[in-house]
């Protein structure tokens, strides 16, 4: 036993390194790139103790490089996902007594890892197996994977210390007991550091979790494994398998025990997580925990008095880093005819100087998009663009997936504010423009807030400080996260809470307090140092 109320350390954001030519880190990340691609890596589920690997091996490629072959995972069936139940279920009452500071020490344990030793490898593995440049893996897998951990430990110790007052005699204390029962932690391929966090932030508030990552994330799901293992992780805590969809998702959602579900992905598999939920409900034996981010139509809104420059540069990072496969991409921009002229110059131009290739190329601003059913959604809505009369393909739109699944920068002017690519997601590098009269930015506004269902990021670039606050106030609901005079992406932890509403999710913040204290149940305690021993009270007494 411990005694002490104890200080975690103070969370802090991992310094982004830079990998400039000659520095230390960017030697390091190479060697790392060089040895993992001259490796097959023969990834199994991690379930329990076991090290389980099936008759159905699938290799797995970089989206930039089909031809070469980085290991093979294997895929489980519905069998596997209830022996990761069993393993979650059987290690979940030594994990949920085990002190709290313990659980902080590993996860605490896990950031240093991840920051130091392990930071090559789980950037390079990012990197090969999700076609991210350096900069991008550096930001995701290396610095938010370790922001996550450490802010979670944090916010942890802060929401353990909201306690009640107490009356004289009687103390009030509160318990966040962890769930009853198991998490299901669904992640998306995009983000290393969200895939890491899904699965974690239940387990340190003393929750056992089955991992279920998407089969393109795998790689490095591997290695995030791989830290949570040397940091101390308990086996059975997390448990990570590799299984179809819906066969995870059926037994889930039938399961007693099961207690919660951690999700990110498509609004459309979020939708029939819900119903499923929904429809056993009275089969669980407490109301499941519901946390999904899911789709984003992001939004770029320019007042006349925008800065038509700074403008022009959040177009091109807000639309295009990572290949615009960000949930927070800069999708559909409403630009004034005032200031169109500067900034399409401006556009333009920056596009034209765009490399695009091997992320191993340190040039190159953007990798390949992240397979062939992403690829080819997004050559169709394109060639659609192409031939209808209500858009012009300005920038890009050209495609090729001979050796990789390479889209290039595409801007898509259009007539149309309705049109199919100003609301429909499409998770690429795809930016879509309407161009505006000035005299309309009233409308405008309205036009933003109801032309999609999604409500994840938005930005809004003026001057006049009028037009900012008339934004703000038409906009309250339409962007969980908002950024004015700012790309829509960037979100860090600790800093801008990310999560948005409407078909985005239930807005639950990752990277603040918000997300962990859903994975807690509250139990009040009240003791009396004093309790009556007469059950009248004065009023009854004769005058």
Not at 218 to 237: H, Q
Not at 492 to 508: E, I, K, L, Y
């Amino acid at each position: 036993m411990y005694s002490g109320f104890y200080k975690v350390p103070a969370a802090y954001n991992e310094p982004v390194k830079t990998y400039a030519p000659g520095s230390a880190e960017r030697t390091e990340v190479k060697q790392m790139l060089s040895r993992l691609r001259s490796e097959i890596q023969d990834i199994p589920m991690y379930i329990g103790s076991q090290r389980v690997k099936t008759d159905k091996r699938v290799s797995i490629h970089p989206p930039h490089d089909i031809a070469h072959t980085l290991g093979y995972y294997y895929e489980g069936g519905a069998e596997h996902v209830n022996m990761a139940i069993d393993a979650a279920l059987k290690v979940r009452k030594s994990w949920q007594s085990l002190e709290w500071q313990d659980r902080a020490a590993i996860f605490l344990r896990a950031a240093d890892l991840v920051s130091g030793p392990y930071r090559a490898k789980i950037n390079a593995a990012t990197m090969l197996g999700q076609s991210k440049t350096i900069h991008q893996a550096e930001i995701d897998a290396a610095c938010e994977f370790a922001d996550f951990l450490r802010f979670n430990v944090q916010f942890m110790g802060e929401i353990y210390n909201q306690q009640p007052i107490s009356e004289k005699g009687i103390w009030n204390r509160i318990e966040y007991r962890p769930l009853e029962g198991f998490i299901y932690a669904l992640t998306p391929f995009n983000f290393t550091a969200i895939a890491a966090n899904l699965p974690s932030a239940p387990a340190l508030m003393g929750n056992v979790v089955v991992w279920k990552p998407s089969n393109t994330q795998i790689y490095s799901a591997n290695v995030i494994m791989e830290i949570f293992r040397e940091a101390g992780l308990p086996d059975g805590v997390i448990n990570l398998i590799f299984v179809p969809g819906p066969v995870g998702g059926k037994i889930m959602s039938a399961h007693p025990d099961f207690v919660g579900v951690h999700f990110t992905g498509s609004t459309s598999v979020f939708s029939k997580i819900w119903k499923a939920i929904g429809d056993n409900v009275s089969i669980h034996n407490t109301y499941p925990k519901i946390v999904g981010e899911t789709g984003g139509k992001d939004f770029v809104l320019a007042h006349e008095s925008a800065d038509p420059i700074a403008l022009a540069v959040a177009l091109v990072r807000g639309a295009f880093e990572y290949q615009g496969q960000k949930c927070s991409a800069a999708s559909r921009a409403y630009i004034p005819d005032n200031i169109w002229p500067e900034v399409k110059e401006k556009l333009l131009t920056d596009i034209k100087t765009i490399k695009m290739g091997p992320v191993e190329d340190f040039r190159n601003f953007m990798g390949a998009v992240i397979d062939e059913a992403s690829f080819d959604k997004l050559a169709s809505y394109i060639e659609q663009a192409r031939n209808d009369e209500a858009t012009e393909i300005i920038a890009g739109g050209n495609f090729d997936k001979t050796s990789g699944y390479f889209i290039e920068p595409t801007v898509i002017l259009t007539s149309d504010p309705h049109y199919i690519t100003m609301h429909e997601e499409l998770f690429g590098p795809v930016l879509t423009i309407y161009v505006y009269p000035k005299s309309q930015w009233e409308e405008t506004l309205s036009l933003v807030d109801r032309t999609s269902p999604y409500a994840l990021t938005g930005a809004v670039f003026a001057s006049d400080r009028f037009a900012i606050e008339q934004a703000n106030e038409v906009l309250v609901n339409a962007a969980g996260n908002y950024y004015i005079n700012d790309k829509p992406t960037g979100a860090v932890v600790g800093q801008q809470p990310f999560g948005g509403g409407r078909a985005s999710g239930t807005n639950d913040k990752s990277g603040s307090f918000l997300n962990l204290i859903r994975w807690v149940s509250a139990r009040t305690i009240k003791e009396n140092f004093n309790p009556p021993k007469d059950y009248r009270y004065p009023f009854m007494d004769e005058a």
